[in-house]
T-cell receptor
Framework: GIQVEQSPPDLILQEGANSTLRCNFS?????LQWFHQNPWGQLINLFY???GTKQNGRLSATTVATERYSLLYISSSQTTDSGVYFC???????????FGGGTRLMVKP | EAGVAQSPRYKIIEKRQSVAFWCNPI?????LYWYQQILGQGPKLLIQ????????DSQLPKDRFSAERLKGVDSTLKIQPAKLEDSAVYLC???????????????FGQGTRLTVV
């Protein structure tokens, strides 16, 4: 099956800093999603982005499908951004949404 | 628009007991997924339904886990008998489509946290 790797595994930021999270995948995809898992375990949809670039407030994402990676940018981080960020993909040969191991982000005040 | 509903939110059982989880997907969503998330890991797909048919259950431990989606709407996931290693959060998700030719955004419920003691 498709392999999904996220980096870095852990990230500590000072409030107000910017960061870039990376997701590499091993096959062509027709679905790529970024999620934020809050401290209560809820997976919050951030972006549905199998290709291209999207922005939503302080967050933006870019997927370069031909090079098999996606980036999530967080600008002016806030303590409420803390949690785990997951990338999940589905390849063209199958249906299952496969998750990476996540990036654990802690934003300090 | 109502999201994916799951119940119960928490469950504590003894090993060798049985347990069932329920999921109601977003109205009109044909695809329903059950995931298992062990603490510190990413969610792992257990089973995927398209309407009331199984699309993928290759990672479902079929000796103890079972799932059904009657009438192509609600779904139940059952574990019998439970083992200590089944302690995890069980997440249900749904999407409008989920196929090789067409894939759409998946939305997750709040999950059921299972503790097996």
């Amino acid at each position: 099956g498709i392999q999904v790797e996220q980096s870095p595994p852990d990230l500590i930021l000072q409030e107000g800093a910017n960061s870039t999270l990376r997701c590499n995948f091993s096959d062509s995809v027709n679905n790529l999603q970024w999620f934020h898992q809050n401290p209560w375990g809820q997976l919050i949809n951030l972006f549905y982005i199998p290709s291209g670039t999207k922005q939503n407030g302080r967050l933006s994402a870019t997927t370069v499908a031909t090079e098999r990676y996606s980036l999530l940018y967080i600008s002016s981080s806030q303590t409420t951004d803390s949690g785990v960020y997951f990338c999940a993909v589905a390849n063209n040969a199958g249906n299952m949404l496969t998750f990476g191991g996540g990036t654990r982000l802690m934003v300090k005040p | 628009e109502a999201g994916v509903a799951q119940s119960p939110r928490y469950k504590i059982i003894e090993k060798r007991q049985s347990v069932a989880f329920w999921c109601n997907p977003i109205s009109g969503h044909a695809t329903l997924y059950w995931y298992q998330q062990i603490l510190g890991q990413g969610p792992k797909l257990l089973i995927q339904f398209q309407n009331n048919g199984v699309v993928d259950d290759s990672q479902l431990p079929k000796d103890r886990f079972s799932a059904e989606r009657l009438k192509g709407v609600d779904s139940t996931l059952k574990i019998q008998p439970a083992k200590l290693e089944d302690s995890a959060v069980y997440l249900c998700a749904s999407s409008l489509y989920g196929s090789r030719s067409r894939n759409t955004e998946a939305f997750f419920g709040q999950g059921t946290r299972l503790t097996v003691v």
